[in-house]
């Protein structure tokens, strides 16, 4: 069968070579014959072409792969392995699908694609983590993971192999490989020895690179990094060594190149005050910084560039004074070049410019003696044998000179740099094994080849001798693992070529030979090379050149010029030079020129860090090595190295010279191929066996080729040599292995032709039928259609007949009649008109004589009405007019006072104007009437006075009158007194007229002034109404638009706020574990033999260490407010929640306020105590002052319970009256209804407490009388016997005297409440009118306001005031909340206090009575204490509680009580608490939630792995949390409790900190518990969810590659362990038994659910979008089913509601977009409106992977993927790629209230809680 085949037949596809493209693809268009000289072909274009065969002029061109294989991961994996099958793999690759990495066998190919992609993130490292190289797409990680783990397996030391042309991107491929070791490897200790292998980075890119005409970082110097891991594969160090540093760079660069960075990181920082005294400005003033002419890198910053090379520096532990000096000799090496040296007039000598100040600077910098520096660099010493003399030298050689100088200095600061970056990364400890990173040029072939690229090129040679031998030997060890026959595979031998370079007497030997010669010049040892290699098939001679030579390497040939080898080689510096900065002042340039032992370690049992330059000897003692002898030795050692470990490579692609993204030059990428040896690879594995299957594989891809019989065969090995013995004929074309089948080369081609024609053929089978199917069937329906048609067709022709008859008889019938009915109608229509003109012709004659008259007697008549008309209608027009000019007149008027008035009443300025002046208004008329009050007043006082002066003066004159008239009686004068006492008469009659006509217009203005009040008050009223009725619309509006407003944002910032703080707590929880294990190892490294005791006191900080008490924490119950905002709803939570801050200030303000109280008390308690142990006086007057004192505590206790009531009435009746005002907001009417009901609690509670202290006063009067009787009878015997009565009385006296005192206190203490209680109201009514007046004014203001706004802003402007009045109302009422909690708190305490004080006092007077009496008053406390106590309390004692705390949560096992009910050790605990609560004793409460907590988190911690125990603990802790708040008395709490709940409430202990407590430590359990499984379901997730077939015989197979076969592997010959769909969901089912089974709320469990779902999203996307094998149709199909089983399985559960299959969404419309037509723009809008749960990098990444599993399938095309891209490019996605897989959900714990009642509660004898006493 195989020999009839012949690839070369028509539409067989193939490459021919070409001058552009490299390659280019064909058709044959005509079948070819062995012998033909042509082969007809047709281009893609469509061009034919007739390609000239023969075995002289050209071989048969190279077939093409089946489109099926273009873009494998595995270039090793196609079935044609040639140089354009490879070539156009890596193109389609780059191009198509933007995948940078390709496989060839064991190399992974690396094309920079000149742009940032996002796929080196810390997602995309743990994605890649664990996994086995085949199993994702390739990547730099993949091979750095394959790294590590044969690391760890074999215990062998490993190498990746980095290569490539300058700007292929090796130091980026370097850095990431060492990215990877430091994130996977991560140190166990604190050292940070990663982040310090990371930070020497940017050190070796700062001194190493530059930029170059091919790339802007490119490495100047080789390294090969040494990663160093401890036996737990952790990091713990590193060294590093360095070769070939470019220092000609140092003085010289090309155009458009650049120095080392570090140079323009010093220029560009050269402003910083720490770099003044470098003397340092830009670059461009530099000659060694300024050559290439171009000073910037585009997008570069070297000031920021320095600011990280300086963090390196300092995290590696380098001081600043080194930096310091590294900077200061950086700098000296700028000056040292722009010395100006001056040529003398002879030309012989030289001299350096007078006053140089680069040169002052040179020296200055590096400490030495400038007239030393100035002296020997235009001079050199020459020693002979007999003396040493003197010489100058030329300018030239003094350049050269200077240029050395530089060059050496720079490579010692280098060599010291690069040693101390390794004592910073060395380690003390005991090394293991380590991976290696080798960051090496590669081949390098410019028009000019010097020294530095005869090195590089050596260095590739020897590295592809080592890659050659090492891909021989994996090819040899995999055949003899598979035990097949080996034969020999030839692969080019580079040998001849290293040895005609480093042989004896080689190009090396014969360089450095010539530099021994004192007059050695580059053109005789050429000469030389000429004479010596000649005959060499290496060497050649170029034709053209005699100071040139030719070597032709693996890669290809090169030509180096001569010219400057010797002087490289030698790499000469003056000695006097050297001596100079020897003799620097500072250390550190002193120390960089000190001669070191060049010997290396003999030591080979560890991998020590040694230089790799050698520094020159003195020259007295040894001769120097030249350069290349150090280059050879470092070479040969570098090979040593990678010989002893297992080499992994990484051939770094440049795809053009242009630095352009995502472009792809062929012949470059061709070149850069051939060079690197991927296509020695692919030769080497195409020589032998390349396509290797399993039988698995085999037999499941081409089953189709097999017979029904050899289907149903149990051995399937079997099948597969029958079917390949019958398929291929030759036996050489394969072989049968262990486990896999080897092919030659283009054997599985073949294999796939015969199945595509297998498939063709059956298609076409199943065409035939279907087709032939088809026809048949649309026969019959025709025929059938035909006969339906006959039959109705012929119907209808005779039902048309007969009507056509019928129509025919009708028409006769109708003709008759219609001919008859005519004629008829004719005659009588023309008899009709003869009679009608002849009526009309007479009557139109007697009336053509009527109208005559007619019209002569009407026209006198319209005559005379005309003229009366028209006499009329001129007087109507006349009076019209003057009435329309009249109204037209009055009408503008009123327009214009009506327009005047609207604009009035629409302005808002006119009713504030209206108001103010009102209101001005009326205080200046109150003010007039207040002034004409105050001057009348004052008129009434001096008319007063006047009349009263009057009156006297009168009287006065009077008697003066009489005395005139007795003395003188002379009636002039008589007269003239008359006269003027008239006169003064009239005047007073005058004022008394004027008085009263100043009171009547004083009352006449008065009144007018009183109404104009009335008016005005009247209006205010008026304005107000209307201000009421806008305040009610905007309120109306606020509320509307409040109501509008969404609650998805505050929904999202709860969420973002628990998450925020769930976070932290697991933070806290790692830092806690994390101390712990510190603390064990302390311990641990601290243990000595023998027995040691802890102290009880330690033990005690320990437990207690964690937890702080009740009376100091200041935590708020965060979990409370959530659940609290949970259950109210967002709306009405949201002022709370905006609140949050000012009332976590106040509850702080309470909480000192409760402390100062609490100090307080104690010290009162402390004074009572310190009265009671003094000593009694045996004397009844202390006695009787105890007793009055106690009198006067209770009737003080009396009256303050009394002027509480009062108080809490009067805050009653003040909040209904504003809750009446508010009704018309529900938020306040509910808040007024809480605190009412919160106040009728408090005072009920009030009413108990004074019965209580009335019970207990009325016991302790009855003590006080008996006490009282018993002392009047003892003092009535020692009457008696003394027969005295002086003291009765001075006991009376004293009594009385007290009494007084008391009665004069109690007095006192009324009046001042009396006083206090007026001032305090007055002050009260003080503030609320100020507080009225502020409200009016800021309303007025308000109004005023809002009258100037728009509409919409008013409306705004309305919704936000309202918001903020509410919100200060509700802070109002919240604050009165607290304030009344505060006080009922204080009062209960109180009361507690002062029974606990009459308890005592009654209990010390109950002592020094008899029995009897002892008996009576016990009898009477102890049952009135019965009725208050409860059940459901358990009682142990303070000795028993570590035994409580071992048996409930040390040592219980969750299946010990599973036949219980759920969260019995948390119902046990808080019977406990009840009961301490119950006995007030706070220690015991205290210690006993502190030791559950940390006795909880010791068992956490011992059994962190245990998803029961976890689950078991979660569902207690949870439980506990809920039972304190449900027994916790707060109403918000108490809604769902039964009655007999609600008295078992605690009643003296607030533990809301200890439920935050509770809270966090459920937190973290949660979270464990979602690690724990989240660790046991991780590895089953993808090989259910994407590789096991849950849809049997869907998936198929394609052809794999090397790395599915290699050694990459961790499983054995029996396979992987695979995980199926259904023990997934099995699992997921045993998580949900074990929680539900242990009580775990159904809310937690859902949220269980919903984090592990999306863990599997996550891990499941993830693996989609790095694996290239599953994104086909039929995996999409797998994963849409497999999916939609979770949902099932959900909803089985009743998880469906709990988020859970939300999380779901990305995986499952990734399903869909591998499911869905992928063709035309409709598809593509199709597939953006589907899925949006995708990002878009996440959508293209999808397309670009999705692989046909075979040719009737097609490939998404590019141009669909450019118009996805083009209709998403609105969506902001973030920019990674992966999902971040451990990104957590804030949870939750809702407040579940238990309905089991304490009392009932059981606990089972099997506990061993015997020691439970229940109460």
């Avoid at 609140?1139 to 976590?1144: C, I, P, V």
């Avoid at 993830?1662 to 939609?1684: E, F, H, I, P």
Wanted: some cysteine; hydrophobic content about 35%.
């Amino acid at each position: 069968m195989a020999s009839d085949y012949n690839p070369y037949c028509q539409f067989t596809r193939v490459w021919i070579p070409d001058q552009d493209d490299v390659w280019k693809a064909a058709e044959i268009t005509k079948d070819y014959k062995e012998g033909e000289p042509v082969l007809h072909l047709q281009l893609e274009d469509g061009t034919p072409l007739e390609y000239q065969v023969g075995p002289k002029s050209n071989a048969l061109p190279f077939l093409r792969n089946p489109d099926i294989l273009v873009g494998e991961n595995d270039l090793t994996a196609l079935s044609y392995l040639h140089e354009p099958a490879v070539l156009h793999n890596l193109r389609v690759r780059f191009l198509e699908s933007n995948n940078i990495y390709t496989y060839c066998g064991i190399v992974l190919v690396a094309i920079n694609p000149y742009e940032q992609l996002q796929i080196y993130g810390e997602e995309v490292i743990t994605a890649y983590s664990g996994q086995n190289m085949g199993d994702m797409d390739p990547h730099i990680f993949a091979v750095a993971e394959e790294a590590y783990k044969q690391m760890a397996r074999d215990e062998k030391n490993q190498s990746i192999i980095v290569s490539g042309e300058s700007g292929a991107g090796k130091t980026v491929s370097a850095k990431y490989a060492m990215r990877y070791f430091a994130t996977v490897g991560g140190s166990s200790s604190d050292a940070n020895v990663e982040e310090k292998v990371l930070a020497s980075n940017p050190i070796m890119e700062a001194i190493g690179n530059a930029k170059t005409t091919r790339n802007d970082n490119s490495s100047r110097f080789g390294k090969y990094i040494q990663i160093v891991f401890s036996r737990h594969y952790h990091i713990i160090g590193a060294n590093m060594r360095t070769y070939l540093l470019e220092k000609s760079r140092v003085v010289f660069q090309a155009e458009e190149e650049r120095n080392y960075h570090i140079f323009y990181q010093l220029c560009a920082s050269a402003a910083l005050p720490e770099f003044k005294e470098l003397g340092l400005t830009s670059a461009e003033d530099f000659t060694y910084t300024s050559l290439g002419e171009n000073i910037f890198i585009e997008g570069v910053n070297d000031a920021e560039d320095l600011k990280r090379t300086r963090e390196a520096f300092t995290l590696l532990g380098i001081k600043e004074s080194n930096q310091s000096g590294i900077f200061k000799i950086l700098a000296s090496i700028l000056h040292l070049g722009n010395v100006e040296i001056i040529s003398e007039r002879d030309g012989e000598s030289c001299h350096v410019g007078r006053n140089d100040v680069h040169l002052e600077h040179f020296c200055r910098l590096l400490g030495v003696e400038l007239k030393q520096m100035d002296h020997w660099l235009c001079h050199r010493k020459l020693a002979t044998a007999s003396e040493t003399y003197v010489k100058t030298m030329s300018c030239k050689q003094a350049n050269n000179a200077r240029d050395a100088l530089a060059k050496h200095i720079y490579a010692r600061l280098f060599d010291w740099i690069v040693e101390h970056i390794n004592k910073a990364l060395q380690t003390s400890s005991k090394q293991h094994s380590f991976i290696g990173v080798l960051d090496i040029y590669g081949f390098e072939t410019f028009e000019v080849n010097s020294f530095e690229q005869f090195c590089i090129n050596y260095a590739n040679e020897k590295l592809q001798q080592q890659f050659n031998s090492h891909v021989f030997k994996l090819e040899q060890e995999e055949y003899m693992k598979e035990q097949i026959p080996w034969t020999l595979i030839d692969f080019y031998d580079n040998q001849p070529c290293i040895d005609l370079i480093e042989a004896r007497l080689g190009i090396l030997d014969l360089l450095d030979e010539e530099c021994k010669v004192p007059k050695g010049t580059d053109q005789n040892w050429a000469q030389k090379l000429y004479k010596q290699h000649s005959g060499s098939a290496h060497f050649q001679k170029p034709r053209m050149s005699n100071t040139s030579f030719i070597i032709i390497h693996f890669a290809d040939k090169v030509e180096y010029q001569c010219e400057g080898f010797l002087e490289k080689n030698r790499d000469t510096v003056y000695e006097e030079q050297i001596n100079i900065l020897k003799a620097s002042q500072f250390q550190l340039v002193a120390d960089l020129f000190q001669e070191k032992d060049d010997l290396p370690s003999s030591k080979s049992s560890k991998v020590n860090v040694r230089s790799l330059k050698t520094v020159p000897k003195v020259p007295n003692k040894e001769h120097r090595k030249t350069v290349g002898h150090q280059f050879r030795s470092s070479l040969h050692l570098l090979m040593d190295t990678l010989n002893a470990t297992t080499p992994h490579y990484v051939r770094c692609i440049k795809p053009n010279d242009f630095k352009e993204a995502f472009s792809f030059d062929s012949r470059r990428a061709v070149q850069q191929l051939r060079a690197c040896g991927v296509l020695e690879t692919i030769r080497i594995s195409a020589a032998g066996y390349p396509s290797r299957w399993t039988y698995p594989d085999f037999f499941s891809r081409y089953r189709v080729l097999m017979r029904k019989s050899d289907l149903s065969s149990a051995d399937k090995k079997q099948v597969c040599k029958n079917l390949l013995e019958t398929l291929i004929k030759e036996p050489d074309m394969f072989q049968f292995g262990k486990t896999k089948i080897f092919f030659r080369a283009g054997q599985v081609a073949y294999l796939e032709k015969l199945r595509t024609d297998k498939f063709r053929s059956a298609c076409i089978k199943i065409q035939k039928t279907v087709r032939g199917w088809l026809q048949r069937i649309r026969y019959r329906k025709i025929r059938r259609a035909a006969l339906e048609l006959q039959r109705y067709g012929r119907g209808y022709l005779a039902r048309r007949y007969a009507e056509f008859l019928r129509q025919n008889r009708a028409a006769l019938i109708c003709q008759k009649q219609y001919r008859m009915v005519r004629e008829r109608r004719k005659f009588l229509r023309i008899r009709r008109a003869a009679m009608t003109i002849q009526a009309y012709t007479r009557g139109m004659f007697t009336r053509r004589i009527y109208w005559e008259f007619l019209l002569h007697h009407k026209a006198m008549i319209i005559q005379k009405h005309v003229r009366g008309w028209l006499q009329r209608k001129k007087f109507l027009r006349a009076r019209n007019a003057a009435i329309v000019i009249q109204c037209g007149f009055r009408r503008m008027q009123a327009k214009r006072l009506l327009k005047q008035r609207k604009i009035e009443a629409r302005s808002a300025q006119h009713l504030k104007k209206l108001n103010t002046g009102m209101e001005n208004k009326i205080v200046q008329l109150t003010r007039k009437m207040d002034e004409q009050s105050k001057e009348l007043k004052t008129q009434n006082e001096q008319l007063l006075t006047v009349n009263a002066s009057l009156g006297s003066e009168v009287t006065k004159l009077q008697k003066e009158l009489e005395l005139v008239r007795n003395q003188q009686p002379d009636g002039g004068k008589v007269m003239s007194l008359q006269e003027e006492v008239e006169k003064l008469r009239e005047e007073l009659q005058e004022a008394h007229t004027q008085r009263k006509k100043m009171e009547e217009e004083h009352g006449s203005e008065k009144l007018s002034l009183t109404q104009r009040v009335e008016e005005l008050e009247k209006e205010n009223s008026l304005l107000k109404t209307e201000k009421e009725e806008m305040n009610r619309r905007i309120q109306q509006q606020a509320k509307n638009s409040a109501e509008d407003l969404s609650s998805s944002s505050l929904e999202t910032e709860l969420d973002q706020e628990r998450e925020r703080y769930q976070n932290l707590l697991k933070e806290f929880s790692r830092l806690e574990m994390r101390y712990e294990n510190l603390k064990e190892e302390v311990s641990l490294s601290k243990f000595h033999p023998g027995h040691r005791r802890t102290t009880s006191d330690q033990i005690s900080l320990e437990s207690d260490s964690n937890y702080p008490s009740v009376s100091t924490s200041e935590v708020g119950d965060t979990e409370d407010s959530i659940q609290l905002v949970d259950e109210m709803g967002v709306e009405k939570a949201a002022m709370d929640i905006s609140l949050f801050m000012k009332l976590q200030k106040r509850v702080r303000e309470l909480e000192t306020e409760r402390k100062r109280l609490q100090v307080n008390l104690d010290k009162m308690e402390e004074i009572a105590k310190r009265k009671g142990s003094e000593a009694k006086s045996p004397t009844s007057d202390v006695e009787t002052a105890d007793l009055a004192y106690n009198n006067l505590k209770r009737q003080e206790l009396e009256s303050e319970n009394k002027k509480l009531k009062n108080d809490l009435n009067d805050l009653r009746k003040t909040i209904s009256e504003r809750a009446s005002q508010d009704s018309s907001s529900s938020e306040l009417q509910d808040s007024y209804n809480l605190l009412l009901s919160q106040l009728r609690a408090a005072n009920e509670e009030l009413d108990a407490r004074k019965e209580e202290v009335l019970i207990l006063r009325t016991q302790i009067v009855s003590n006080v009388q008996l006490q009282e009787q018993s002392e009047r009878i003892e003092s009535e015997v020692d009457g008696g016997l003394n027969n005295s009565k002086e003291p009765m009385d001075k006991e009376e006296a004293l009594k009385a005297y007290h009494g007084l005192c008391e009665s004069k206190k109690l007095l006192e203490a009324q009046l001042q409440t009396q006083t206090r209680q007026h001032r305090d109201e007055l002050e009260a009514l003080h503030t609320q009118i100020e507080l009225l007046k502020d409200d009016i004014e800021k309303k007025q203001e308000l109004l005023n306001y809002t009258s100037s706004l728009s509409p919409e802003a008013k409306v705004e402007y309305s919704v936000q005031q309202e918001i903020t009045r509410l919100t200060n109302d509700n802070l109002d009422l919240k604050e009165l909340v607290e304030k009344l909690e505060k006080n009922e708190r204080k009062l209960k305490k109180q009361l507690r206090i002062y029974m606990k004080k009459v308890q005592e006092l009654a209990a010390a007077q109950a002592a020094a009575q008899s029995g009897s009496s002892k008996g009576e008053l016990t009898r009477q406390v102890t049952l009135q204490r019965k009725e208050k106590d409860f059940e459901g309390m358990l009682e142990y004692m303070k000795e028993d509680e570590a035994l409580l705390i071992k048996t409930l949560i040390t040592d219980i096992r969750p299946s010990s009580v599973a036949a219980t009910v759920p969260c019995l050790p948390a119902y046990i605990l808080f019977m406990c608490i009840r009961h301490a609560d119950y006995v007030n004793d706070d220690q015991k409460v205290e210690s006993l939630l502190t030791s559950t907590i940390n006795a909880i988190k010791k068992v956490l911690k011992r059994n962190n792995d245990d998803f029961e125990m976890m689950s078991f603990w979660l569902a207690n802790s949870s439980r506990l949390l809920h039972c304190l708040k449900q027994y916790s008395g707060e109403e918000a709490f108490m809604t769902q409790n039964t009655p007999k709940q609600n008295e078992h409430c605690l009643k003296n202990f607030d533990l809301a900190e200890y439920r935050q407590v509770l809270s966090d430590l459920s937190i973290q359990i949660y979270q464990q518990l979602i690690k724990v499984a989240e660790g046991i379901i991780q590895p089953m997730i993808v090989s259910a969810m994407l590789e096991s077939e849950s849809i049997p015989s869907l998936a198929g197979v394609k052809p794999m590659g090397y790395r599915n076969r290699s050694s990459s592997m961790d499983t054995d010959a029996d396979g992987p362990t695979t995980y199926t769909l259904q023990g997934l969901i099995r699992q997921l089912s045993q998580f949900n038994s074990i929680m539900r089974d242990q009580g775990l709320d159904p809310e937690i469990v859902g949220q269980v659910f919903r984090q592990l779902f999306h863990c599997i999203n996550a891990v499941t996307l993830n693996n989609l979008l790095l694996r290239k094998d599953v994104c086909s149709w039929s995996a999409g199909m797998q994963l849409r089913y497999n999916t939609s089983q979770l949902e099932e399985w959900l909803r089985a559960n009743n998880l469906f509601q709990s988020k859970a299959s939300a999380t779901l969404e990305p995986i499952i419309q990734a399903a869909q977009l591998l499911q869905v037509k992928k063709k035309t723009s409709q598809d593509a809008e199709a597939i953006c409106s589907l899925c949006t749960a995708l990002t878009v990098q996440q959508i293209v990444k999808i397309l670009n992977l999705y692989t046909p599993l075979n040719e009737f399938e097609e490939r998404v095309t590019v141009s669909f993927i450019r118009n996805i891209q083009s209709n998403l490019q609105e969506r902001n996605d973030p920019p990674q790629l992966l999902m971040d897989t451990k990104h957590t959900f804030p949870v939750l714990f809702p407040y579940a209230p238990s309905a089991l009642n304490l009392e009932t509660m059981h606990i089972p004898a099997s506990l061993g809680l015997d020691f439970l006493i229940r109460v």
